[in-house]
């Protein structure tokens, strides 16, 4: 059985460990695996090298992607996807083994359509919004990431008794921003799915004000209330408070992925296998209540995933 | 509504989150909140301090309890939680919230017994070996801490081809051994639920050096395999190679917590306080298949906790 | 002896560990410290509150400062000079410890020449451009801060081949710009005493591609080469290549000190109290050939420090 | 001109910036670098492979050696010297470079003697030993490896008022211990170059307990008081205190290299290889006065180094 591994969504810390754990645990089963270079591009291009259990020696703690990967374009076309057919055909691939998120799903989805060939998807994003599934490869490590830029930042928001904007990423899901909120004890969370007007947090900022804060901390989606700096000043014209900004930007996306975020990689890449073991095709791996399932690719890239509105609320509740 | 807040498990990273969580929810019922200091010892010693939202501000990422706490012997004795219970009365409690482990758990029993006061207790522990929960507080952050150390010691392992014991908390139970294990990537995991003898042990990395596996990490809890530097020296004879050992200790028990630590507690506390709220008495809080769930005391407290069967096999596969 | 001790320039790593070196020092001699609350605000304000041995216990690791700082308008007009030497002699004040760097040197100065209570300033600033001195508080901090995100960022640079400019602090001087691309291995340092064309850093870069870098960092101190996002796009239209920006912000000014932040502020707290046993008046207390030296602040405040050319040199001599 | 560079003291974080920083300046010359792999051994086993910049690409923040390391006593003999000897000559190696401390410094000194080919040593080691030079690569990573695991340990320290012995590494020399003592705010630092008896350290432990100190930090060098169980035991039944040990052992010699450590590194690549173009043999590179400076081998090996009285003093009386 020969298996090609690819990793369209190259940016979630943990992907390395998810290909450690592929190609072990498909040595196990005396399957050879081919590491597909640079995501989908190197589908097209033919840009497969044989990956041995040594040869992911010493890569479960580094970010990034060892197989490197990009932005396909070329990748969404009818001739793109016929060119990455035929290679994977040409190398006698019997599996694809994708790492990534939504992009990468879509991507498999149609491959493995375009192809014949069975894929398995491993849900790794910091995004953290795969529908079906609630946890994905790199996400702690993300929330990790900027949990600890803000706990910085609080440093000099307190001494200074100022206000900071502290946008991260999600452009269009708060789930990120949700939880960084929740584990820096900031007082603010803004996200997509819950619009809130400049003067709905301004009377926030202010109720907290005459409770006795006199910095906070709100954290901002991408995706949320528009351009951050615009928001700051807004927000200070109402409030009169002094306001600071900072974009975590792509600190967000490397790193050594956390421990927690390299047991799942390690969880997700032997399940993808045993899926190979037992022939089960086209199915997404990810965490769903504490256990690593797999669900229908299809189902997960027709649904829309939930925020956890209790959280969410907790954010505030917990900011008194 | 008075409740008294006790941290006789005040050495799991994310017990302050815990306290700011109880507090703060507690305030947004309207409940007065009381700290108890130094854990149950401060329940004998009468030793409560009133805590308003804003004496838990800032609190949210310091590792141990602002609470403090000890191991308390008095405290098992019936004169002792006599007069637990009479101060507990005399201050007009009407509910015990303590956060802690196996300890806490049967402490909160016993003097909830006494005093028919009742209790919630929220899970935290970086052993994480709580009958009918999946995870406590602070079990994330000891593994992380663990898993970092061992990032370093790989370090000088790969350099020298050296093996590395590394023993990680564990007297009893091998949850943090595997979890630390399996994200450090390392070899071998000795846990008490699992003994293997020093010729099992040998025989692996003896089969590892024939692969090409010049330098091993084994992660060893203390409870597995006795004294770490006598297993060492017994594997040494037996193998040839060079050993060296490392015992983690105390770090594990502090640091700033991690997120998940944080949100766990976040999660945990605000659940205690809905607990008080609907007048559900006698609650152990945990996560449980990735939601916040409250069970029986005493159900937890008769019952042992499984390993998980298949992460442990995953440390050897991986390993290859 | 009465010492006020005042943290005008707030941000910077360590700080907090210089108070405690000032105040226990001074409990070794005897002398009374007083802590001045947020900058020379609070001479203004007369905040004042007394500063035991016991009242700094446990703040040598955290970041901002326990006394607050702020920006204050008010102290650089000759009414707020004259209210803040009024209330300084009104405590009785006999010494006026500053800890920060330029403004703080400027405020001591004036403060010291309207009340004729002599000072003694700690140098502390990331900024690092003190003259006189080599080394200032907070600056290996805010160094290793920014290394430790660039770190993360190199991941994603690697793995889609792209070229990041990642601005750092410095509106002036380009001190933390040079230390941080050096030890991040960062292949361009762009500072403000070295002005360079889009023309020249983009043949840097194509000469770069063409020995097989595929990604490139390039640090940039803010006050180089203007908004960091126009020139990522122009340097993108030069040379075809892939740019992503971060702007690393407030990250830089707080969070844990780094060992060597907290023991400069040991030594130069220690120093400080020294030089008020002695009666050597008006001096800036810093690290120079790696000892702890005071010279006339009147001299640093008229010089200007040089960046050292060996090192930003090296930058680009190593990134081949 | 061909240089061999070797790394015997692998086991200092920043080794690989070393590696880097010289096969980068020596491309800048036109000059050859081989790397010896394993250490002197690998002088010996003739392990030599070519080392171009690509080659060191990506390696500046790792810890270890890429080129490994080992303890080699054959390389003690005269026979393993003149194999040595043998084999560089074979190769055409002009120059060797050796990257470590001590014992890199005397096998240096005694290769190029019995083979006549010049040697530059860089001074890298944790243990900061070496006489003639301020600072070495690798000192500062392990400072803060030290400083934040007590960080770690004081949480728990404090919320159960106990003692902790910390042992830190240097089992001549207590450079380590005074820089880490002094940055983590400890108590109590025992040195081998101050012997003090159980009696010493229990009044002082008394008298601080007597000014309200309810817990301390004792960090200990290996090489100070002999075993660190039987310390904590005597100084317990003298005192009455609780006590806990910690030996933080390997991960003081990994873990990725602090800012300062890969600056260091930079330099002093950079410096040797300029030796090198300069002809000037045999010399030592380090840090003095806040310098890169070269120094004699000789004068070096044969010389101690002194322990900055004015940091230990500082020790005690910044813990009252």
Redesign the interface.
Known sequence: MNIAVVTPG??A?GVN?AI??VV??A??QGFEVFGVE?GYMGLIENAFRKLS??DVS?I??????VL????CELFKTPEGLEKAAENLKAMNVDWLVAIGGDGSLKGAKEVSEVSGIPVAVMAASIDNDIAGV??TIGF?TA???A?E?I??????A????RV?IVEVMGRQRGFLAI??A????AEIALIPEHPVTHEDVSQRLLKMGS??KKSSIIVKAEGAMGDPFETASRLSRLTGYDF????L???Q????P???S??LA??FG?HAVRLISEGKKNRLVG?????VVDISILDSYTSVKKIDEN?YR?VS????
Request: aromatic fraction near 2%.
């Open positions: 190259g940016d810390p460990a450690r754990a072990r645990s040595a196990s640079r259990p040594r010493g479960i703690n580094l970010g990034g992607s490197k990967s990009s932005r609630d946890e702690d929330v990790n990431t949990v830029a706990d910085k930042i609080r440093d000099t307190v001494t200074f008794e900071f939880d960084v929740l584990a820096s004890g409770l006795g600071r900004v900072t974009v930007g792509h600190i996306r490397g790193g050594v956390s421990a927690r390299r047991t390690c969880l032997n965490l769903r209540d504490n256990r959280k907790l509740l917990l900011a008194v």
